[in-house]
C-alpha cells in the first residue's frame, strides 16, 4: 500500500487534480467490474480474474480517497447518471453475448482507455506531483497495462467452444 503524505504548497492543487482522477478512474473500474460479476456467471476463471481485478482498483481507490480525506478534500466520484450510462452500456453490449472472450474485449478496451488517458495525466503533471502521488498514478498504469494482459488470454475461447 502506497502511503501518501502532502504537504501543502504550490503543488497541492496538482496533487488533488491527479489524486481525484486516480479516485474516479478506479471507481469506474470497481462500478463496471461489479456490474459484470452478475453478468459473467458460467466460467470460474474468468469469474475470478474480474474479482482479482476489482481488489486491485478498490485498494487504489481507498488510497486515493483516504489522501483525499486526510486533507480536507472530498473525493469527487462518479455522478449517478455516469454510473447509469455506464451499466447501460454493459448490459447493451452483453445483451446478445456474455462469453468471457466478449468481456474480456470490452475489458481490454476500457483498460486501453484508461492507460492512455492516466498516461496522459502523469506527462501533464509530471515534476508537479508529490512522489507518492506519482507512485499511486503509475500504480494504476501498470493495473491497467496488467488487466488488459489478463485478458488476452481469454480472447478466442469463445471461437473454441463455439466451433470445437
Known amino acids: 500500500m502506497i502511503i501518501i503524505n502532502l504537504e501543502g504548497g504550490n503543488n497541492m492543487n496538482a496533487n488533488i487534480e491527479m489524486l481525484n482522477y486516480i479516485y474516479k478512474n478506479a471507481q469506474m473500474g470497481q462500478n463496471s467490474i461489479n456490474h459484470l460479476l452478475d453478468i459473467v456467471k458460467e466460467d470460474s ?5 474480474l474479482e482479482s481485478q476489482l481488489k486491485e482498483y478498490k485498494n487504489i ?42 468481456v474480456a474485449e470490452m475489458l481490454i478496451q476500457g483498460s486501453t482507455m484508461g492507460v492512455i488517458q492516466i498516461t496522459r ?13 506519482q507512485k499511486l498514478a503509475e ?9 488488459v494482459e489478463e485478458c488476452r488470454k481469454f480472447l478466442g475461447k469463445a471461437f473454441e467452444v463455439t466451433h470445437a
Open 45 to 49: 476463471k474468468f469469474k475470478n480474474l
Open 61 to 102: 481507490f481507498n488510497t486515493a480517497e483516504k489522501a483525499l480525506t486526510d486533507f480536507g478534500y472530498e473525493a469527487k466520484g462518479t455522478s449517478s447518471i455516469q454510473k447509469f450510462e455506464t451499466y447501460m452500456m454493459i448490459d447493451i453490449k452483453t445483451l446478445n453475448n456474455k462469453t468471457p472472450d466478449h
Open 121 to 133: 495525466r502523469l506527462k501533464d503533471y509530471e515534476g508537479s506531483v508529490d512522489k507518492n502521488v
Open 139 to 147: 500504480k494504476l498504469l501498470s493495473t491497467e497495462q496488467h488487466n
